[in-house]
């Protein structure tokens, strides 16, 4: 038999198998639920998810990302049927500055920022003109720059939120240099500045625990609530409300303040 006939033959029997994997519903063996999530705990717990989801006969398949901006993208392409890693206000000014077609279904974690530093144990001991780092991408640098004002760094105009960014602080005596670098980054910075403000989705694969670690934390009642997102056509999906389900499940509450121990708290 020729190669282009054997070609031929393999394409013929293989048709239909693909065929029925792209037609498969979303949750099948055929056809996993595609979920992006961030390395470190939103990958951890989501891992724990596809356990509980299994048992439901939901299948999902887990891609990592160490960035905030592809998972939105891949998510808004196709590529993934949901994400689990961003809070509201950081997916309201993703979906305003690139028009993606995201919406959330569900609440899952907040993950409370903290202020680290490895020369200080306290923000007053920072010196004057001293530089600390906040997260680039405008919700979580605005999130910073808030925790920051509430501990005495400097004051924002009032009324300022997560929308804050530099040009917000009206008074600054210690004349504290704020470096805005990428999010992931952040602790990798934290020997080149006086103190850095990380996600705690950062913080705890680089070995920081929040309730340990951090010289700030935000409050427990942070309106920061992760959640999963999908593609706005498929919000009101049969295979949505199982993936939520086994998300927002007692064993998955259980899971976390094990795995955590208070560091990351459920918001369901």
């Known amino acids: 038999?020729?190669?282009?006939?054997?070609?031929?033959?393999?394409?013929?029997?293989?048709?239909?198998?693909?065929?029925?994997?792209?037609?498969?519903?979303?949750?099948?063996?055929?056809?996993?639920?595609?979920?992006?999530a961030t390395a470190g705990p939103h990958s951890q717990v989501m891992e724990k998810v596809r356990e509980i989801a299994a048992r439901d006969g939901l299948a999902i398949r887990i891609t990592e990302f160490r960035d905030y901006i592809q998972p939105n993208a891949a998510l808004a392409a196709g590529d993934l049927d949901a994400n689990s890693y961003q809070h509201q206000p950081f997916l309201d000014q993703q979906v305003r500055d690139r028009r993606l077609p995201i919406v959330a279904v569900g609440k899952t974690l907040i993950f409370p920022m903290g202020l680290y530093s490895?020369?200080?144990r306290s923000l007053a001991d920072v010196p004057a003109g001293g530089r600390i780092a906040?997260?680039?991408?405008?919700?979580?640098?605005?999130?910073?720059?808030?925790?920051?004002?509430?501990?005495?760094?400097?004051?924002?105009?009032?009324?300022?939120?997560?929308t804050a960014t530099v040009a917000d602080i009206v008074a600054n005596p210690r004349r504290l240099r704020i470096v805005e670098l990428e999010a992931a980054q952040l602790p990798r910075a934290l020997d080149e500045v006086?103190?850095?403000?990380?996600?705690?989705?950062?913080?705890?694969?680089?070995?920081?625990?929040?309730?340990?670690?951090?010289i700030a934390l935000?409050?427990?009642?942070?309106?920061?609530?992760?959640?999963?997102?999908?593609?706005?056509?498929?919000?009101?999906?049969?295979?949505?409300?199982?993936?939520?389900?086994?998300?927002?499940?007692?064993?998955?509450?259980?899971?976390?303040?094990?795995?955590?121990?208070?560091?990351?708290?459920?918001?369901?």
């Open 1 to 36: 038999m020729t190669n282009t006939r054997r070609g031929l033959l393999a394409a013929t029997i293989l048709a239909p198998a693909i065929a029925r994997a792209q037609g498969a519903e979303i949750g099948t063996a055929a056809r996993p639920i595609r979920v992006g």
């Open 118 to 120: 490895r020369r200080h």
């Open 134 to 162: 906040i997260p680039n991408d405008p919700t979580n640098g605005g999130r910073a720059l808030v925790l920051l004002a509430a501990n005495g760094a400097f004051t924002l105009r009032p009324g300022a939120d997560h």
């Open 194 to 214: 006086e103190a850095a403000t990380i996600n705690t989705n950062f913080a705890i694969p680089a070995g920081l625990n929040p309730v340990r670690d951090a």
């Open 218 to 268: 935000e409050s427990s009642d942070s309106p920061y609530a992760n959640l999963i997102a999908v593609h706005r056509d498929n919000q009101n999906a049969p295979w949505v409300r199982r993936l939520v389900a086994a998300y927002q499940n007692q064993e998955i509450k259980d899971f976390v303040q094990a795995t955590f121990q208070g560091a990351v708290v459920p918001a369901f």
